[in-house]
T-cell receptor, first 110, second 115 residues
Framework: QKEVEQDPGPLSVPEGAIVSLNCTYS??????FMWYRQYSRKGPELLMY????GNKEDGRFTAQVDKSSKYISLFIRDSQPSDSATYLCAPYNYGQNFVFGPGTRLSVLP | EPEVTQTPSHQVTQMGQEVILRCVPI?????FYWYRQILGQKVEFLVS????????KSEIFDDQFSVERPDGSNFTLKIRSTKLEDSAMYFCASSGAGSRSYEQYFGPGTRLTVT
């Protein structure tokens, strides 16, 4: 089983839609769950992160972690064409290195 | 807003040549990293650096790779004898100390093309 898995997409949605991006992981030691956004041929940009299980909201973005099922989600409300990018999840724990998922490519159509 | 910068943005080199990729991390950050992303593939960890020494390295980071912080601002990745399979985007990242060490900020990357 791969350490971090994401549906690669591409996921195409109309502008204004609610987007759900998902990630699963295998290592139960992970405590921090990062979401990065990567535009084409650019570096990953830290979007938000959560610690342990639960939800965290930041504007139109909500991150959700269920450690019991090792499942991470990122929800985007009122999606915009500028949200079109690849979204990378990266679980983390102190003493370990980031393990990036392969990313989900999102396209928001105007 | 402070940011990580990298130079050059694109480097073309011939197989067997040495290359040095340069990064200027965010000024008050203490942890520095290099990652690689082969076209169409995931971002892969290469090495982390703290207190002037390597703290972790991956299997990819073999003897042909080295890192250095030659002064108070630059952080470099050297590839001694490049191979075709080293062609990739190389990202530098940095993070602060303590509880902020997991907030890694990435540079725009250097695209390395080995011919």
């Amino acid at each position: 089983q791969k350490e971090v898995e994401q549906d690669p997409g591409p996921l195409s949605v109309p502008e204004g839609a609610i987007v759900s991006l998902n990630c699963t992981y295998s290592n139960s030691a992970f405590q921090y769950f990062m979401w990065y956004r990567q535009y084409s041929r650019k570096g990953p940009e830290l979007l938000m992160y959560t610690y342990s299980s639960g939800n965290k909201e930041d504007g139109r973005f909500t991150a959700q972690v269920d450690k019991s099922s090792k499942y991470i989600s990122l929800f985007i409300r009122d999606s915009q064409p500028s949200d079109s990018a690849t979204y990378l999840c990266a679980p983390y724990n102190y003493g370990q290195n980031f393990v990036f998922g392969p990313g989900t490519r999102l396209s928001v159509l105007p | 807003e402070p940011e990580v910068t990298q130079t050059p943005s694109h480097q073309v080199t011939q197989m067997g040549q040495e290359v040095i990729l340069r990064c200027v991390p965010i000024s008050n950050h203490l942890y520095f990293y290099w990652y690689r992303q082969i076209l169409g593939q995931k971002v892969e960890f290469l090495v982390s650096f703290y207190n002037n020494e390597i703290s972790e390295k991956s299997e990819i980071f073999d003897d042909q790779f080295s890192v250095e912080r030659p002064d108070g601002s630059n952080f470099t990745l050297k590839i001694r004898s490049t191979k075709l399979e080293d062609s990739a985007m190389y990202f530098c990242a940095s993070s602060g100390a303590g509880s902020r060490s997991y907030e890694q900020y990435f540079g725009p990357g250097t695209r390395l093309t080995v011919t």
